[in-house]
């Protein structure tokens, strides 16, 4: 194990993707890590591995975010197990296309549930258990935009981008709260096609990103302890366009 630790840092759906990208920096900075996923356990468990090779104590913690009992109980397991958690990264989400309509809640319910609710719960459950630290929401780039394919995640986003300003205000100087809006940094999920070179052609700085600039993006905010209540969009300029 690494001697000297910067605490942990609870990362929501870091099975795979950028979550796994952003758990597996964390614990090259120097925190411990509470790995959360929900269905990937097998991926979970590899990222875990990778994470051990470092040196890095990690703990697997799965929980479907989807039921807001669930998210309750896992903040509470986390601090149980880590004590110095000081760090929360909000990764967890659905994406999937609808329109808005009454007659079937369902995917309503889903994405206001995992991608809304459940980093509320989080945050406020983080708050009124650890003294100092930090939170990181991970919103969306299009938040900004009121036109969407994908309707419901909007709203959900566009609520965690509220929220994130709203709960920088409320936590004040024991928990800095800030949010990041990725554009083109991965391919879809949900084998949607992937058209990101074509829609890249359109944005000021005319290409995809990686996950690098998300990281950079985290140890930004980790390291500038005077700035709370910020979203920042890394998305070659997407969102002005
Ligand atoms: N990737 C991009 O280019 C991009 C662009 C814009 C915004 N974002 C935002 O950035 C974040 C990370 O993006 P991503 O592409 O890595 O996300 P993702 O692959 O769509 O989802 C990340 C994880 O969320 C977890 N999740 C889904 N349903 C869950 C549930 N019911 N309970 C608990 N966990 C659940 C899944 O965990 P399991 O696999 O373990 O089930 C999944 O691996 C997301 O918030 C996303 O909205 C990403």
Request: proline share 3%; aromatic share 8%.
């Amino acid at each position: 194990m690494k001697n000297k630790s910067k605490g942990t840092a609870l990362v929501t759906g870091a099975a795979k993707r950028l979550g796994q990208a952003v758990a597996l920096h964390l614990a090259d900075q120097g925190y411990s890590i509470a790995l959360h996923y929900n269905s990937s356990k097998a991926e979970a468990m590899k990222t875990a591995a990778f994470i051990y090779k470092k040196g890095v104590r990690c703990e697997l913690f799965a929980c479907d975010l989807a039921d807001p009992k669930e998210a309750l109980r896992l903040m509470a397991q986390v601090h149980q197990a880590f004590p110095d958690l000081n760090l929360l990264i909000n990764s967890a989400s659905i994406f999937v296309p609808n329109t808005f309509g009454a007659q079937d809640l369902t995917l309503f319910n889903a994405h206001w549930n995992i991608n809304f609710k459940a980093p509320y719960i989080l945050s406020c459950e983080f708050v009124r258990l650890v003294k100092q630290g930090g939170i990181i929401n991970f919103i969306d780039t299009n938040v900004v935009k009121n036109s969407s394919r994908y309707s419901d995640y909007l709203l959900s986003k566009k609520a965690l981008a509220e929220f994130t300003k709203m709960a920088a205000v409320s936590f004040g100087e024991a928990i800095r709260v800030n949010g990041i809006s990725p554009g083109m940094i991965l391919t879809p999920v949900n084998s949607q096609k992937d058209d990101r070179e074509i829609r890249a052609k359109k944005i000021p700085l005319k290409s995809v990103g990686n996950p690098q600039y998300i990281l950079d993006t985290i140890d930004f905010l980790l390291k500038n302890t005077y700035v709370t209540g910020q979203i920042i969009a890394v998305d070659g300029g997407e969102q002005l366009v």
